[in-house]
């Protein structure tokens, strides 16, 4: 079922795309705010809706609601992330301590030179 409203999304978008692309631009009537002398005005009215404004309102709307339906589906077939394998991982529980009677390892190396002092040179 996923499947099948994923293509449905994705014709739904394509036919989104063409439509859009079909309209004519607004952007032409924005030399009229330049002295070209034009009767539509630049941020006026817009008039009666066109028959393409109308279908690319009903696309974008069915393109929106295939989206959420998507996204809940998706939600309820669970994760297949990789990201929550990782993190259970990580939570396992640390390697037993040491015993408390055996040694501990020296804190300090015996015969090493603190840091930025030089060693003198054996002979």
């Known amino acids: 079922m996923v499947i099948a409203l994923s293509v449905i ?6 036919v989104l795309v063409v439509i ?3 309209q004519s631009g607004k952007g032409a ?4 705010a330049f002295g070209g002398g034009s009767s539509q005005t630049v941020f006026g009215g817009r008039g009666a809706a066109t028959f393409l404004s109308k279908l690319t309102l ?3 709307v069915l393109f929106m609601v295939s989206s959420l ?3 809940v589906w998706s939600e309820r077939r669970g994760s297949s992330s990789v990201i929550t394998e990782e993190r259970v991982r990580q939570t396992a529980p640390a390697p037993a301590s040491p015993p408390a009677d055996a040694p501990a390892p020296p804190t300090s190396a015996a015969g090493q030179t603190p840091p930025g002092q030089v060693q003198p040179a054996a002979k």
């Open 58 to 60: 009903a696309a974008a």
């Open 20 to 22: 859009v692309l079909l």
């Open 29 to 32: 009537d924005i030399g009229a």
């Open 69 to 71: 339906i998507l996204t």
């Open 9 to 14: 999304h994705l014709l739904i978008a394509l």
